[in-house]
């Protein structure tokens, strides 16, 4: 008869304890490097199934929304205004095309991740736009990848412009996919249909992004008006995005 083998207990419990303790090793490690290694990894590993070429010419010739909000605002953004507050520009020259190869839109946190990181050039604070107008600004980034917090995250809160009735407001991610529209002003003449973009007098974004449309006004507030805003770049079916590279 063939001798059965048996593991003596002292060596299985040395060998857990050397699992368990790789474990650790290894949870210290993401928490350490607050997830940029994983990040990068799952970048390697979802390589493959980037969208095509092909897909990005269709989707950048998907922004007939974009261009007719820009015509609606009819170029008023004031340059003397602008050199005078001293607000930043952008050059289409310096953008960075990049891919969408994670997102995190029914969620909470609501955040994408794209295929270009600090080795790209990338860096925090950036602006990221895809077709129809702006999505958010880089929050972090690791040697290949970058995450975007979303303007309909709780974390977003952008100056804003009414372009019909020339005000400023307040754009607030509220967690769904419609951002709230704050203006502090009770006898504010919104209406729907009403275009947003990003304001002039904004430290963080370009003048005239555009960012939404007003589809719906609450007015039950005594000292301001809120409105639900439908956004014209749609971060659950964009694949393809653009990096602004502005200077703060």
Same mark, same amino acid.
């Given at each position: 008869?063939?001798?059965? #083998?048996?593991?003596? @207990?002292? #060596? ?23 997830? %940029? ?8 590993? %979802?390589?493959?199934?980037? @969208? ?18 820009? !015509? ?27 891919? &969408?190869?994670? #997102? ?5 946190? #609501? ?19 895809? @077709? ?13 990848? =970058?995450?975007?917090?979303? &303007?309909? =995250? ?15 407001? /307040?754009?607030?991610? /509220?967690?769904?996919?419609? @951002?709230?529209?704050? !203006? ?22 370009? =003048? ?5 449309? &007003? ?34």
């Amino acid at each position: 008869m063939l001798g059965i #083998r048996r593991i003596s @207990p002292n #060596r299985w419990h040395k060998k857990k304890n050397w699992i368990l303790f790789a474990i650790f090793l290894f949870l210290v490690f993401v928490r350490i490097s607050k997830g %940029s290694y994983y990040k990068d990894l799952y970048y390697f590993i %979802s390589r493959p199934f980037w @969208p095509g070429q092909f897909q990005k010419e269709i989707v950048l010739e998907s922004i007939d929304q974009e261009y007719l909000m820009k !015509l609606n605002l009819l170029k008023k953004d004031n340059l003397r205004l602008r050199q005078i507050l001293s607000l930043q520009e952008s050059s289409n020259n310096e953008n960075i095309s990049a891919v &969408v190869i994670s #997102r995190k839109t029914g969620s909470w946190w #609501r955040q994408i991740i794209l295929n270009k990181g600090s080795k790209d050039g990338v860096e925090i604070g950036n602006i990221v736009i895809g @077709p129809g107008g702006l999505l958010g600004r880089v929050k972090d980034t690791s040697l290949f990848t =970058s995450s975007v917090t979303l &303007v309909t =995250s709780p974390e977003s809160k952008l100056g804003v412009w009414v372009d019909r009735i020339q005000v400023n407001g /307040l754009l607030v991610g /509220l967690g769904d996919d419609y @951002p709230s529209l704050i !203006l502090y002003s009770k006898d504010a003449d919104i209406k729907v249909g009403d275009f947003v973009s990003s304001s002039p007098a904004s430290t963080l974004l370009p =003048s005239n992004i555009p960012i939404g449309i &007003v589809q719906s006004i609450d007015e039950t507030l005594k000292s301001k008006k809120t409105a639900k805003i439908s956004l014209l770049a749609k971060p659950h079916v964009i694949d393809w995005v653009q990096i602004l590279k502005v200077d703060i």
